[in-house]
């Protein structure tokens, strides 16, 4: 059985850890908040821009020839080359945060029959997969702590790099979102556009009468301008959506650690009370059997003393 010593330093332990935990569940709610505010802030953008999207391809005039116009849909499923962007935090202590990721991106890898490249975002889904042996293609480090603009362009140039010279005909995202306090792990198509593919896989509406639209320069140039800057938007929003989705995650977590070290504490305390209170009872045992040997001694004494002298007289 622990000491009563050693009892009380868990105690001063699990207090330490405590704090630590409660400072973290605080930090991550100020930036939880600070997220969803960024995230709000994008949205309009995001949506405008689909919407632009959708209006200009119902609009294109006939022979138009543009890469983000081709659905890739004639390539057999066995031989499309498939880009997988995945996204992680650059450090645990999130719950099963990075393992939800990673479990989803190694089903889908999997699954894949064709050729693939991984693109991962955040040191834990780095470490994983090098770990595993799994070549990754490019990686980006430090970039979920901190989702900015200009993160977001630089991972949509080298994706769509990738897409201009049909090293890979389409890129899937692997990430997170926040639905209250639910997290949902979803993968969603990145390039082709489905935007795009939809409208062309709809069957031309007869007599129509479709809004006239002035394209200047030309439909190909704004296409090269409006959809490289729908997929920066889409990745910075997959950035934030995936930093929302971990702060809340490390919030769950570390209000589970703060609930667990309040109830360790708790039987921590009652066992060192009783501890104490065993102790207390033996040093009084102890003191009164001392005080009563003593007093029984003082009479042993006194009673030689009485016998001595009953000798000495006769």
């Not at 969603?188 to 409208?199: F, H, Q």
């Not at 929302?244 to 039987?267: F, G, Y």
């Not at 059997?289 to 030689?304: C, F, I, P, V």
């Amino acid at each position: 059985m622990a000491t009563i010593k050693e009892i009380r330093d868990r105690i001063n332990s699990v207090n330490d850890t405590r704090k630590i935990t409660n400072a973290m569940y605080l930090i991550s709610s100020t930036k939880l908040r600070r997220a969803k505010k960024m995230l709000t802030d994008t949205e309009p953008f995001f949506f405008a821009t689909q919407a632009m999207i959708s209006r200009l391809v119902r609009h294109l005039p006939e022979g138009v020839d543009n890469i983000f116009l081709e659905t890739r849909l004639e390539i057999p499923e066995d031989e499309r080359r498939r880009g997988y962007i995945i996204f992680t935090d650059d450090k645990g202590l999130a719950g099963s945060y990075n393992h939800n990721v990673i479990k989803l991106a190694e089903e889908k890898i999997a699954a894949d029959k064709g050729e693939w490249k991984l693109f991962v975002i955040g040191e834990v889904g780095r470490f994983h997969f090098l770990s595993k042996d799994v070549n990754i293609e490019e990686s980006f480090m430090f970039t979920s702590q901190n989702p900015t603009l200009h993160r977001a362009r630089k991972i949509a140039a080298e994706i769509l790099d990738y897409y201009y010279s049909r090293k890979l005909d389409e890129f899937y995202i692997i990430y997170t979102t926040v639905q209250g306090p639910k997290i949902d792990t979803r993968f969603e198509k990145l390039l082709p556009l489905e935007i795009i593919t939809d409208i062309k896989r709809e069957k031309p509406v007869t007599d129509a009468i479709l809004e006239e639209f002035l394209m200047e320069p030309s439909p190909s140039a704004i296409l090269d301008n409006i959809v490289p800057n729908y997929v920066t938007g889409f990745i910075y929003g997959a950035l934030v959506e995936a930093f929302c989705s971990v702060q809340s995650a490390r919030m769950m977590a570390m209000d589970s650690a703060n609930k667990n070290a309040e109830t360790m504490i708790a039987e921590l305390q009652r066992t060192y009370n009783r501890q104490r209170q065993a102790m207390i009872t033996q040093e009084i045992t102890e003191v009164v059997s001392g005080a009563k040997a003593l007093k029984n001694a003082k009479k042993a004494k006194e009673r030689n003393k009485d016998k001595q002298k009953t000798r000495n007289y006769s």
